[in-house]
């Protein structure tokens, strides 16, 4: 049997609330058990208190949502805690589900994500999406993270698979059956639709744009000294973010600012 494992799913940091979640087997009866309650109500928020039963104190009051498998984020049974903030509630809280008895372990980097892989929740390609969709900083890159968290993309690679896969059976069918009359356009239909994938794979691995609004542009002034650098740099920025000055040299360090132009994260350096 799987670990059930644990981690906190809100940013770090001193907050008004943060969210701790598992998932796994026994889940919910930790939950239960910290909940000193017999059973818990799928999707619904149950606010509670939550008890440390080895020191019999109380560790928090929060609210407490239960996602029974398969309908979770993991596929597997999840709880979500929602608490105050405070480390020190957190570390209370970390404490009493270690101490729970019950076959449970922090969580490793991505595990949550990769056992909602494992369980057929998303494919790899979702899951990368799901990450540019955490971090996205733009517009642009929301909308882009969010259809290929959608499965936009995975569908395009699926079709892919399923030609590749027709493919390989009419050339399988023309050594299989080699002495046998077979249609006499058959190797010309294969020969062309061959042709007509590799240059559909080949348009869409030239198309950049979509790797230019994730990963964004950069772009370096350079040019001789007091060319005008620092004030272009400024300029662009709409703010004093580099020092001008009539005496060559003032810009010893590159300078460094980034915008959000039409979508696009776009780093500009200022250099000496």
């Known amino acids: 049997m799987k670990n059930t494992i644990y981690a906190l799913s809100s940013a770090h940091g001193v907050a008004g609330v943060s969210i701790v979640r598992l998932s796994g087997p026994e889940a919910k009866k930790i939950a239960c058990y910290l909940m000193q309650t017999e059973d818990l109500q799928p999707r619904y928020a149950h606010f509670s208190r939550l008890f440390d039963p080895q020191e019999n104190e109380v560790i928090d009051s929060g609210l407490i949502l239960f996602f029974p498998e398969p309908h979770s984020f993991t596929g597997e049974n999840v709880i979500e ?57 733009t517009e642009t890159q929301r909308k882009q993270s969010l259809r290929i968290q959608e499965g936009t993309l995975s569908e395009n690679y699926q079709k892919w698979r399923q030609q590749i896969l027709n493919l390989r059976t009419l050339a399988e069918a023309n050594i299989d059956f080699s002495d046998e009359p077979l249609p006499e356009n058959m190797n010309a239909h294969r020969i062309a639709q061959t042709k007509e994938l590799i240059q559909e794979i080949k348009n869409t691995l030239s198309n950049k744009s979509g790797e230019y609004i994730r990963n964004g542009l950069s772009i370096a002034i350079i040019g001789e000294p007091n060319a005008g650098k620092s004030s272009l740099f400024n300029k662009i920025l709409g703010r004093e973010a580099s020092i001008i000055s009539s005496i060559p040299g003032t810009t010893r360090d590159i300078v460094e600012a980034t915008l959000s132009i039409k979508g696009y994260e776009v780093s500009f350096a200022d250099t000496a």
Request: charge should be neutral; proline fraction near 2%.
């Open 81 to 137: 805690f929602q608490v105050h903030g405070s480390q020190a509630v957190l570390s209370k809280l970390y404490n009493a589900i270690e101490n729970s008895g019950f076959s449970v372990r922090p969580a490793k980097a991505g595990e949550f994500t990769m056992r909602a892989v494992e369980n057929n929740k998303m494919d790899l390609v979702q899951a990368e999406g799901l990450l540019d969709l955490i971090h996205a900083k």
